[in-house]
């Protein structure tokens, strides 16, 4: 029987089994194999990734007020990339000794004086009118929260987390500053090297790629790139939704906005990375294509022709009353399933009506007439 080749580490220095120190439950025996792990967090781990651990740590386990958090967290990298030993064996192993915990509480006064001094120095820098770039300005906005991806891309090359728990539009949704379009643009370019880069291991062709990935199996390589296209989709997903919510303009969308106030539709969906339009736009359009995520049907609502003896309000389009869609041909309104929604969708972006009907031809599925009916499931795609 062959032998089993050994997987290649990218450390330098040998890793600690995690796993194995995770299990002690000695105090004597968790001291030794705490420290013992230090010199290889110390040599081979990020100073990013080290000051990442710390501010996560502030965050979840110091048990710190907001304020007092919120000062300690202004504090810069530097500040952090010592003790950024520590939280980060500790987020491991899950256990510190309680001297270094002591020790942490002791930096605690450190950090609050400086923090404070940073905080001054920002508000002083805003009354002098000091000039930073909108893009520098964005980049800081941000930065924590791709430093906090990075460290979670850290967990899941090592195993001590799942892809599954990685849910980037949850974090762009709740993030402070709120995420707009703009930042959401800054993120994606910012990961786009390391996207294009896991495309390359996907594909597992390159040389220097086998040489540099040769530890990952190939269920590893495969997360690897779903991790980053988990980042683009959900940047695209704010991207689409910022933009289209500020399409409508008030001076001409307040009499639409009463009609279609009642109406009900799904603002977007992060797992196709597709968002709704401004659904006054619904209001006297000709035509309008509709995606229901719950029973994955496309559909396309068409105006009656100009011909008064087969419509109530002659060459006007389509309206809205409740949640119903009026004033549409029922002969030529229908809607097809998608077979595979994530790879047909893209189909139905974008402002080419042509590329729309083409692509809805093609579709295989038995095509159904629709009832005019608008919910919570209704991604509103595009109005012409």
């Known amino acids: 029987m062959p032998r089993k080749k050994k997987e290649r580490s990218i450390y330098v220095t040998k890793e600690p089994e995690w796993n194995k120190f995770r299990a002690l439950t000695d105090t004597e025996e968790q001291a030794k194999a705490f420290h013992s792990c230090e010199y290889f967090v110390r040599t081979e781990i990020p100073k990013k990734k080290l000051c990442a651990s710390v501010r996560n740590w502030v965050k979840e386990t110091s048990g710190w007020t907001k304020e007092e958090q919120k000062i300690v967290l202004a504090n810069p990298d530097w500040a952090f990339a010592a003790t950024g030993i520590s939280t980060y064996v500790e987020y491991k192993l899950g256990y510190m000794p309680e001297s270094i915990s002591k020790h942490l509480w002791k930096r605690k006064e450190e950090w609050i004086t400086r923090g404070k001094e940073v905080l001054l120095e920002k508000k002083e820098a805003i009354k002098d009118k000091k000039v930073i770039s909108i893009q520098e300005r964005m980049k800081m906005?941000?930065?924590?929260?791709?430093?906090?991806?990075?460290?979670?891309?850290?967990?899941?090359?090592?195993?001590?987390?799942?892809?599954?728990?990685?849910?980037?539009?949850?974090?762009?949704?709740?993030?402070?500053?709120?995420?707009?379009?703009?930042?959401?643009?800054?993120?994606?370019?910012?990961?786009?090297y390391a996207y294009n880069e896991a495309l390359e291991v996907k594909e597992w062709n390159d040389p220097d790629i086998k040489e540099g990935y040769g530890h990952f199996t190939p269920k590893m390589r495969k997360e690897y790139l779903e991790f980053f296209e988990k980042i683009n989709t959900a940047c695209e997903t704010i991207i689409q939704t910022k933009a289209t919510t500020r399409k409508a303009r008030k001076p001409r969308a307040r009499s639409k906005d009463s009609i279609i106030k009642k109406l009900k539709y799904q603002i977007n969906d992060s797992e196709l990375g597709i968002a709704s339009i401004h659904p006054t736009e619904i209001v006297n359009a000709n035509?309008?294509?509709?995606?229901?995520?719950?029973?994955?049907?496309?559909?396309?609502?068409?105006?009656?022709?100009?011909?008064?003896?087969?419509?109530?309000?002659?060459?006007?389009?389509?309206?809205?009353?409740?949640?119903?869609?009026?004033?549409?041909?029922k002969e030529t309104s229908i809607q097809k399933t998608l077979r595979k929604p994530k790879e047909q969708i893209s189909n139905w972006t974008g402002k080419a009506k042509t590329k729309f009907t083409k692509s809805f031809d093609e579709l295989t599925t038995t095509g159904i007439k629709m009832n005019g009916r608008i919910n919570e499931n209704t991604i509103i795609l595009k109005a012409f």
């Not at 850290?154 to 195993?159: A, K, M, N, R």
Request: charged letters at 30%; aromatic letters at 10%; a negative charge.
């Open 287 to 329: 035509e309008i294509w509709i995606y229901n995520t719950k029973t994955r049907k496309l559909g396309v609502y068409h105006a009656h022709t100009k011909d008064p003896r087969s419509m109530n309000r002659p060459g006007s389009g389509l309206m809205v009353k409740g949640t119903t869609i009026l004033d549409y041909d």
């Open 141 to 192: 906005q941000v930065e924590h929260l791709c430093a906090e991806w990075e460290y979670q891309l850290d967990c899941l090359t090592d195993g001590s987390k799942t892809l599954t728990e990685f849910e980037p539009y949850k974090d762009l949704v709740s993030y402070r500053p709120e995420i707009k379009a703009a930042h959401a643009k800054l993120i994606k370019d910012d990961f786009e």
